[in-house]
């Protein structure tokens, strides 16, 4: 029986890391796999892990029908055992049912990695279908910390050093735009997410530099926009 898994996590909690190894350890047994992704941080068509690995991969777009690349490979005789998706986040939802069809009727298993919610806390579209279509959904065991120490469970994006929590769902990270800012993302606990308080913020708030807010009416939950 072949399975479709949805890894989830937030970012930095050494997802395509997991993604290559066990494309390394398919790959010692002597299988035959696709790999793809989306906006990898590396540039096109390759997955990399923030630990330095990369291995080439297919890049997917909007138009990317997965049952026709893959269906079109074994049509071509070559051997697909597997199939592993990075960045699974940035894939539509019919994208989604399309690796769920290859699992079903090409009895492929298809690993899919991804973030679930954006910057917002809000679900991303292809993170939604994985979690409403896998056999199985994992949450990743390497967990990313917030700067307070407890477990990072949302991403932040920080414009310009200041976390917002409006603006485009899919802005890829460290790049400049005269409409934007510099953008980066930081992880952080649900609490100082909702509570926008990113690292360089609760240093700002705190009264010396080696102390940090942790005392929660220092930072209190924002008014909704
Ligand atoms: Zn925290």
Not at 25 to 39: E, S
Not at 59 to 71: Q, T
Not at 138 to 166: F, K, P, S, Y
């Amino acid at each position: 029986m072949a399975d479709l898994v949805f890894f989830s996590g937030t970012m930095d909690c050494g997802k395509s890391t997991l993604a290559l190894q066990i494309d390394h350890n398919q790959r010692a047994r002597g299988r035959h796999g696709l790999i793809f992704t989306k906006l990898d941080r590396a540039g096109q068509s390759v997955l990399s892990s923030r630990l330095g690995l990369e291995t080439r991969a297919v890049e997917v777009d909007d138009a990317l029908d997965f049952w026709d690349v893959v269906a079109g490979s074994l049509v071509q005789g070559a051997r697909v055992d597997y199939v592993i998706c990075d960045e699974a986040q940035f894939y539509t939802p019919v994208q989604v049912e399309q690796l769920a069809r290859v699992v079903d009727e090409l009895r492929i298993d298809v690993t899919a990695f991804g973030i679930t919610a954006d910057f917002r806390t809000a679900l991303f579209p292809g993170s939604r279908r994985l979690i409403e279509l896998a056999d199985r959904v994992e949450v990743l065991q390497v967990e990313a910390l917030c700067w307070c120490g407890r477990r990072a469970t949302h991403n932040a994006r920080i414009v310009d050093g200041v976390m917002v929590v409006e603006g485009e769902q899919v802005v890829v990270g460290d790049t400049a735009s005269a409409r934007e800012g510099l953008v980066e993302y930081e992880v952080l606990c649900r609490r100082h997410h909702m509570r926008r308080m990113n690292s360089a913020a609760a240093r700002a708030a705190s009264p010396t530099p080696d102390t940090l807010p942790f005392d929660l009416d220092a930072c209190p939950v924002p008014p909704p926009l």
